[in-house]
């Protein structure tokens, strides 16, 4: 009984193993584009969306491909291999609608007409760290504390202001984090006992996107 068990499974290794063999195979010279993805469905995420979908049947097809353009003028390309049907997207910085274009990729190279996709994803994540900053005082110093439910990679811009030894001094710390909870200090100020220190915070993803300053 034990050697029938395994003997069903490694055929269908071997069968399938040459099917993704037969599949890689790319044509020389190849210059027919695949065909194009059909979308069955859209998922809003925080700050992105996941796209559902149907691949063509082409037998050297790579993948699929979304790109997308922010207000900056600045695009972002996301990729899934052929052996998953849904692919995320991430980086926009609002919830306002923003349009995906989907393609399918083979291996020569060639990419389909595109799938444009309307879609309106839930409130970015660096948006949502940025409400949660709060700053407190220390000894010749404060810290700062916030919250990053999605542990997504944050930086945390802190500008701070304050008199020493008579003299005004603007510094700012950087700092990175994708921890749910996170506190991070600014140390050896050395003020005095009625030292006042104006702090404001930005914060930014790695898209790019930046809040405005924070007090």
Known sequence: MKSKIFILPLSLLLFVSCKKEEHFESEKGDGT????????????????????????????????????????????????SYFVDSLDVYGFASTDEYTVQLFAVDRAGNTSEPLDVKVQPLEPAYKRV???????????????DWANELEQNVNIYVDYSFTQNGENRNLTTVFSSNRPIDR???????LGTNGKVGVKVRVEDKFGNITENVD
């Open 33 to 80: 584009p695949p065909g194009k993805v059909t979308l069955r469905e859209y998922k809003p995420l925080f700050g992105g969306a996941r796209f559902y979908y149907d691949i063509p049947a082409d037998k050297d097809l790579l993948g699929v491909k979304a790109v997308y353009t922010n207000k900056n003028e600045k695009s972002f390309e996301f990729l899934a």
């Open 184 to 190: 991070r200090f600014v140390n050896n100020l050395r």
């Open 130 to 144: 940025a409400e949660t900053v709060t700053a407190k005082a220390g000894f010749s110093s404060f810290f700062l």
